[in-house]
């Protein structure tokens, strides 16, 4: 589970996570690929201009 803190000055500290479940199948990749980590990255920017309730 890959996960990303988020900060900012005044603000709550925020943290964006993404997990991989693996279910033992044939083919199935065990962890996360670099695809993976790169959308979690590009994901974050949105994750932070929501809205926290």
Do not use: N, Q
Not at 34 to 44: N, V
């Amino acid at each position: 589970m890959p996960a990303m803190p988020c900060y900012k000055p005044g603000k709550r500290s925020r943290l964006i996570y993404a997990i991989h479940e693996y279910r033992g199948r044939k083919d199935e990749p065990k962890g996360f690929g670099w695809r993976d980590f790169r959308d979690l990255i590009m994901t974050a920017p949105d994750e932070r201009r929501s809205r926290v309730r």
